[in-house]
Nanobody
Framework: VQLQASGGGLVQAGGSLRLSCAGS????????VGWFRQTPGKEREFVAA????????RYAEAVKGRFTISRDNARNSVYLQMSNLKPEDTGVYYC?????????????????WGQGTQVTVSS
């Protein structure tokens, strides 16, 4: 399966954005999906993940209470609703797939990365 992230943009602090991750085929629904973000010179950072059934999502502490991950397997899509955005949320956001449980924050445990989408939050 290949994934493609979209929905990024420029937003002021306190604003909202909704990112989408589209899977290339029906096998998408058999994978857990994670959102990660990356800034220049830094490693890819865990943001949120959701199981293939769409239950028990996990979040990084930095985004808890502000971001919500969800999925629609009928549309082969996973979403990341981001609210109350802060300048430190700026980065390129990627979605990755994992065959297995979402009990890891490591980007190396996910794959099928597509092009990311840029999120820029101005202060």
């Amino acid at each position: 399966v290949q994934l493609q992230a979209s929905g990024g943009g420029l937003v002021q602090a306190g604003g909202s954005l909704r990112l989408s991750c589209a899977g290339s085929n029906i096998s998408f629904r058999t994978y857990a999906v994670g959102w990660f973000r990356q800034t220049p010179g830094k490693e890819r950072e865990f943001v949120a993940a959701i199981s293939r059934a769409g239950i028990t999502p996990r979040y990084a502490e930095a985004v808890k209470g502000r971001f919500t991950i969800s999925r629609d397997n009928a549309r082969n899509s996973v979403y990341l609703q981001m609210s109350n955005l802060k300048p430190e949320d700026t980065g390129v956001y990627y979605c990755g797939a994992r065959w297995g449980p979402i009990n890891t924050n490591s980007a190396s445990e996910f794959g099928s990365w597509g092009q990311g989408t840029q999120v820029t939050v101005s202060s």
